[in-house]
């Protein structure tokens, strides 16, 4: 078959932003979390099978710098329903900062403004057409970042300007009921990003003192000097979420759900850090924190990882019954229909390295809140659809915590290769309440990985496979469709089975990273036959 329809593969486990699994003959023990093993499992969501696409809105096509919620949107959900798929995934929705990271936002609450579709908004009389010119030079095959961060928040500063004086009727509901609704969030989260426009981006804890600490910000006389600047980014989120509410209903028409993804940490220049620090470990003077999150050093890197986000106080958490987390994924469900959450192993235990550090060598595993958190988040949505990341080092008491919950794990096919039957990620050792992927946004795609693998690696791919090698992404499509996990995920890069040029994300480089896109021509030519040749495939597999 031509590389765009063809396959057979399959596996066990998946991505966050930063990591990579530990083999199980190596992964040390890790004190227990306090989780103990439940009488049922809080959850059992995952019952039918199905299939889906990974793919961030950044990536998708068109002339505003980068994909937005507009008519290309709408066309890949076409894509999803022509070739019988039921879920779209997306990486974290959040407003990205240094490094364009959507695991390192100024805010876990809030939209990427960068994702708002501004041609909307010269419909509505918001702007005009000839200023969206410089925005319609940008690259169309990648993202520039930079100018990006240069265009856009102008454009929605005109446009708030605009709307400010003409307060023309917007499909989007009405804007004060927004931020009536959305106050215990959305008032520090743009006060928040008008204070580091006014410091020209410096880090909160770098602020005068009187600003720095949020509780003596709210009443300082510069809050009503911005007063423009704070409406105008509460205005950004109101189109950001009235637009994804667009997408959304786009969507349930054509019966696709969204699988979003909410990052165990946040980052620590962020509204939620500035806002509420004593749900953080930060000194109470300096508001630096006392200890950062990473992972110890593996065969993967001898110095760990150091992500550098600050570390929860759990105990005050657990002392006002996780309202703080409750509001968080209450607010991850306005946004998708099942959310992943991003390393889910640090709920159990997680690595603490004291600040200050420049590697991951010097730390040690802490209890995570564990079971408690969970019972938490099943008394309050008790219909709730999660998936639980779970690579990284996995212990027995991550994968009890893991089976009490009920939540599916993730399986990922390129981890399966170069040693014995026992890889948990090869696809005969995969469960059926569980997410099998090719390869995640962390992983090369898997031409590129099947390129530069080891030539063992690539023999025990072709005998396992009973293949020649010649068309590996479809391979590992096809064996993905055929596996007992529930739910199977391919990037979209495997199905136009690109190579390593067009790689999302590789987690030890800091730059360069998230700019990706696809041209509306290329999932045009997808159609028919490789939708055709997917559609087949959800019939034979029943998905």
Known sequence: MSSLK???????????????????????????????????PLYHWLQKRGAGVLLHPTCLPGNQGCGVFDAHAVRFLDFLKASGMKYWQVCPLGP???????YQCFSAFAGNPYLIDVEALVKFGLLDASDLAELARLPTDQVDYGELYRLKPRLLDSAYARFKQTRPALPYRDFVAFCRQHADWLDAYAYFRALKDHFKGTVWWEWPAELRDHRLAVQAPLRAELADAIASYQFSQYLFFGQWAGIRAAARERDIEIIGDLPIFVAGDSADAWSNPGLFELDPKTFLPIAVAGVPPDYFSADGQLWGNPLYRWEAHRADGYAWWLARLRASFELCDIVRIDHFRGFDAYWRIPAPATTARLGEWTPGPGLDLFRAFRAAFPDAR??????????????????????PGMFVLQFAWGSDAGNSYLPHNAEANAVIYPGTHDNDTTAGWYQSAPEAERDHVRRYLRVSGTDIPWDFIRVSYASVARLAV?????????GSGARFNTPSKAQGNWQWRYRADTLEKLFPSTTNYLRELAVLYAR
């Open 386 to 407: 999660i998936i639980a990341e779970d690579l990284g080092v996995l212990t027995d008491s991550v994968i009890q915590l893991r089976t009490d919950c009920g939540l």
């Open 96 to 102: 990205t900062g240094y490094g364009d990271s959507p």
């Open 6 to 40: 063809k396959s057979s593969a399959k596996s066990k486990i998946a991505a966050g932003s930063k990591k990579l699994p530990a083999p199980a003959s190596s992964q040390p023990d890790a004190p227990p979390a306090g989780a103990t093993e439940s009488a049922a």
């Open 490 to 498: 391919f990037s979209l890069q495997d199905i136009l089975s690109l």
